[in-house]
């Protein structure tokens, strides 16, 4: 089976415009995680889904981010007036079971670069 | 509490050297403990991984000690090869949370 999969590969653009980041998660898993991963930054935690709904919304640096899951399946992080410092690497993971980042192996795709000029 | 410390930033190896990767966590309700390797302009992925109720977990050249009572976990690659050059990452989770290290950049020389 196809593992998880995100869109664009590579995002370039202008200071102040919005963009939307696409995941496709592994069919059947029903958690789901963004991440951001900058330079010499590591794992940032963005958002969880379980299912549709996102329990914990806590590491979503400000109201400019925000994200969405339809279906239980596909998911959409937008961010709104792109920064400069939002710059980075944005991964998608999921995992198969209902329960949180415990014992569920994440399976993360490939990234989306994003550029803000 | 809910920071995971990892160390060295980078790392640098001979082949056939023993690649070692430090971690410490201050939450006590942490009870998954997985390391990730991550390979340039890939996502990254599940190596291995240990629960507190062992003190050690090898599975082939890699190996996970864990020592519950100082909070710390690290992570052996024996026989490191140019092949293992990768940023690794070590993370902490309990039912409700994953929390991951600034991972650490290993390049082994040829």
């Known amino acids: 089976g196809a593992g998880v999969s995100q869109s664009p590969s590579n995002k370039v653009t202008e200071k102040g415009k919005d963009v939307e980041l696409r995941c496709d998660p592994i069919?059947?898993?029903?958690?789901l995680y963004w991440y951001r991963q900058s330079l010499g930054q590591g794992l940032e935690f963005l958002i969880y889904f379980q299912g549709n709904s996102a329990p914990d919304k806590s590491g979503l640096p400000s109201d400019r981010f925000s994200a969405e899951r339809t279906g239980g399946s596909v998911s959409t992080l937008t961010i709104q007036r792109t920064q400069q410092e939002d710059s980075a690497v944005y991964l998608c993971?999921?995992?198969?079971?209902?329960?949180?980042?415990?014992?569920?192996?994440?399976?993360f795709g490939p990234g989306t670069r994003l550029t803000v000029l | 509490q809910q920071q995971v410390k990892q160390s060295p930033q980078s790392l640098i190896v001979q082949k056939g050297g023993i690649s070692i990767i430090n971690c410490a966590y201050e939450?006590?309700?942490?009870?998954?403990f997985p390391w990730y390797q991550q390979f340039p302009g890939k996502g990254p992925a599940l190596l291995i991984a240990i629960r507190p109720d062992v003190s050690e977990k090898k599975e082939g050249r890699f190996t996970i000690s864990f020592n519950k009572s100082a909070k710390q976990f690290s992570l052996h690659i024996m026989d490191s090869q140019p092949g293992d050059s990768a940023t690794y990452f070590c993370?902490?989770?309990?039912?409700?949370?994953?929390?991951f290290g600034k991972g650490t950049r290993l390049h082994i020389l040829p």
């Open positions: 069919s059947g898993h029903t958690a």
């Open positions: 939450n006590t309700a942490f009870d998954y």
């Open positions: 993971a999921s995992s198969l079971t209902s329960g949180g980042g415990a014992t569920d192996t994440q399976y």
């Open positions: 993370a902490a989770s309990d039912d409700d949370k994953i929390i």
